[in-house]
């Protein structure tokens, strides 16, 4: 998150052929399938907890560029962006003082649906085998043993119940801080 809030920041404020460099080299990134490479490389590296994540790091920013890019570039033209500018306020302060502020809901926002994504992702290459090593706990292991055993439907039923019911909760909770957090809305 940190990677790509940095990187929207920087093209949103910016703009011109900094925007430009970075949006192509985003396009290229993005076209890489994050999904492929990790059963690629675990299947030829023992994967472990740490090694899933950083891999996970490598393409996952790449969603939270887009809406923080989009926040800058709406709020750089803003009356007060230009007079902090007029008055001599520093560039990164210009970002991290006033205009970050304004892109921290958009970003929350964001933040459940992408940690959704994470978890699916990591559960999806353990059903697969190519996640954690055996023995670990896992949802997608479960899932797997509950594919395994069909004589015992309760291990896939509560497997798959597990990982819905917590995919879902982490929807509501991002939504609640989201809402928390929001100054344009109202509680009576």
Request: proline share 4%.
């Amino acid at each position: 998150m940190i990677i790509g809030v940095s990187a929207g920041a920087i093209q949103g404020y910016f703009g011109g052929k900094t925007d430009l460099f970075f949006q192509r080299f985003m396009e290229v990134w993005s076209a890489i399938p994050t999904l492929y490479v990790l059963i690629i490389l675990a299947s030829v590296i023992q994967p472990n907890f740490w090694w899933l994540l950083f891999i996970l790091l490598l393409f996952s920013w790449m969603g939270y560029v887009g809406v923080v890019r989009a926040e800058f570039l709406r709020a750089r033209n803003f009356d007060y962006i230009r007079a902090a500018k007029a008055l001599g306020v520093s560039n990164f302060r210009i970002m991290l003082r006033h205009m970050l502020p304004n892109a921290t809901i958009a970003t929350v926002t964001f933040l459940p649906f992408s940690l959704s994504a994470s978890v699916t992702a990591l559960s999806g290459l353990d059903f697969l085998g190519f996640g954690l090593p055996p023995g670990s706990a896992s949802l997608g292991e479960m899932v797997n043993q509950g594919r395994n055993n069909l004589q015992a439907p309760w291990l896939g039923i509560t497997s798959f119940f597990t990982l819905g019911l917590m995919l879902g909760l982490l929807v509501f909770v991002g939504e609640a801080i989201r809402d928390s957090l929001d100054p344009r809305k109202t509680f009576y």
